[in-house]
């Protein structure tokens, strides 16, 4: 038992000095200073204010600056009245830190989040930018979101205060109302420049942003991501392309099967780039690709291609808002394979009556694919195809 504790801690000291070598690796460039991304800001603000200056009569009805300090819990009421038929833009910069030390951050893209009235449907966008067209009336509020965690889709809040002490850093947030619809005004504003990019990236998110494969969608608690895409042309028809980069996207499809002895999970997947060089068990290294299947009792398993664990590790998700729901399991490790088709298939209740205490659930209700690469920014990708799930009487097509 002493062997193994010391083993853990050696592990665990391994990933802390990477972590910290690439940490100062990366402080050491210019810009991840706090200098520069003050800077950087205050050039967001003046760039788009004299941008917005020489636009057309009538174009713009209004633009309102609003500055989200990653301490404050959400909600942040930004003063402004929205009525149903306008067109609002958001563009925003900066980070918020969940670990300096190991130059952890998130960016706006997934910072940032949105609702109108106090009760209203919280939403954000994909991009350090996004568009949305009002249905109801009702006051526009903003919210930085980690290391928060909702509780319900009108965005109450079931993480402590006290975890934003813990965090820092700054969202700078630009609200433009227009007089007609939003793509006609940011070609206009286009023509006149650009600032940081932000304005050609709105307009490619309008034209190109991938909807989620037909039956599936985002989980509502990350919000929706461009990480999955339907694709035919990487050696299986009707399949699933991913591609995640400094995000989580969380892709479901209902399906619901009754759990049985020998009810089982198949798929078929090739891992071209894994988003993380070192063990996912550890908080600041959770960057994964997978599978799961979540059960009607609220839990679920992920069985998970691993960049350094041993076959078969079965691990609690070392994050603690999912700590206490989500088994991971290694299926495949390292990189000897990657590149290749695999077909997969994994015993269910076998894997819940190892892994979890209690009766196993009744019934499967959800297939998740799941990429994470926001805590490395590492990119990863996969691609997936013959979803299934199959017990003696029973085969479920997902996808």
């Known amino acids: 038992m002493r062997m193994k504790a010391l083993a853990q801690v050696a592990t665990e ?27 950087e800001r205050a050039q967001f603000r003046y760039g788009l204010t004299g941008l917005l200056r020489s636009a057309p009569d009538g174009l713009v009805r209004g633009c309102f600056f609003v500055d989200l300090a990653a301490t404050q819990p959400p909600w ?11 067109w609002v833009t958001t ?22 989040w949105m609702r109108v009235g106090l009760k209203g449907t919280i939403f954000r966008g994909t991009r350090d930018t996004h568009s949305f067209f009002a249905f109801e009336s009702g006051r526009l509020y903003l919210a930085s979101y980690l290391p928060g965690e909702w509780a319900d889709q009108t965005g109450t809040l079931a993480t402590p205060l006290d975890a934003y002490a813990r965090v820092s850093g700054r969202l700078s947030v630009a609200v433009i ?47 929706p991501a461009e ?47 894994l988003p993380s060089d070192l063990r996912e068990d550890t ?30 590790t079965t691990f609690r998700c070392p994050l603690a808002s999912w700590h206490v729901r989500q088994t991971h399991i290694v299926v495949q ?17 076998e894997d819940c009556t190892r892994t979890m205490a209690g009766p196993p659930p009744r019934h499967i209700v ?31 097509q997902v996808k």
Not at 17 to 39: I, K, Y
Not at 76 to 86: M, Q, R, S, V, Y
Not at 287 to 301: K, P, R, S, T
């Open 227 to 273: 990480a999955y895409r339907s694709c035919s042309d990487h050696g299986r028809a009707n399949g699933i392309c991913c591609t995640t980069r400094e995000d989580v996207a969380v892709l479901q499809k209902d399906a619901r099967i009754a759990l049985t002895a020998d009810t089982r999970l198949r798929w078929e997947w090739r891992v071209d780039q």
């Open 76 to 86: 942040t009421d930004t003063g402004i009245e929205l009525a149903p038929g306008d």
């Open 13 to 39: 000291l391994n990933v802390v000095s990477r972590l910290t070598g690439r940490a100062v690796a990366r402080r050491l460039r210019p810009e991840h200073t706090d200098a520069n991304q003050e800077f």
């Open 333 to 349: 490790s390292g990189a000897k394979r990657l590149g290749q088709w695999l077909a997969e298939a994994r015993n269910v209740f």
């Open 177 to 223: 109302l227009w007089n007609g619809p939003t793509l006609k005004g940011l070609k206009q504003i286009a023509a006149r420049g650009d600032v940081q990019g932000l304005i050609d990236s709105e307009i490619d998110r309008i034209r190109t942003a991938a909807e989620p494969p037909d039956g599936w969608r985002y989980h509502w608690m990350l919000g």
């Open 283 to 312: 908080a600041v290294t959770h960057d994964y690709l997978g599978i799961a299947v979540e059960f009607d009792n609220g839990q679920d398993i992920s069985y998970i291609w691993s960049a350094a664990l041993p076959l078969e």
């Open 366 to 396: 959800r297939v998740w694919l799941v990429a994470a690469s926001l805590f490395q920014r590492q990119e990863g990708k996969a691609h997936f195809a013959n979803i299934a799930l199959v017990s003696a009487d029973t085969e479920l």
């Open 91 to 112: 563009l925003a910069v900066g980070r918020t830190y969940l670990s300096r030390t190991f130059d952890i951050w998130a960016g706006a893209h997934f910072q940032l």
